[in-house]
């Protein structure tokens, strides 16, 4: 695992997201938008466009790796 991954689930619990809220909102993303593929591509169409409790665009989200990189991510990495 990551210091990148390790954030993310981090994030996900400081900002009390469970797994299930994960594959909830993925779900409903892939159900919405009629997108169909892999799993990893839902998922990244997923963080991209809607985030944890939004719909296009208004949730929340962990910042992307570049952002992390640059900020919390300078020691860890």
């Not at 169409?45 to 990189?69: H, L, P, R, T």
Request: include cysteine; proline fraction near 0%; charge should be negative.
């Amino acid at each position: 695992m990551t210091a990148y991954q390790k954030y993310q689930l981090q994030w996900m619990i400081d900002h009390d997201c469970s797994l299930d809220d994960l594959i909830a909102g993925m779900t409903q993303y892939q159900v919405d938008c009629k997108e169909f593929g892999r799993v990893d591509e839902i998922f990244n169409e997923w963080v991209y466009n809607v985030g944890f409790g939004g719909q296009y665009g208004s949730g929340e989200i962990w910042a992307c790796y570049d952002e992390w990189k640059d900020c919390e991510g300078v020691d860890e990495e």
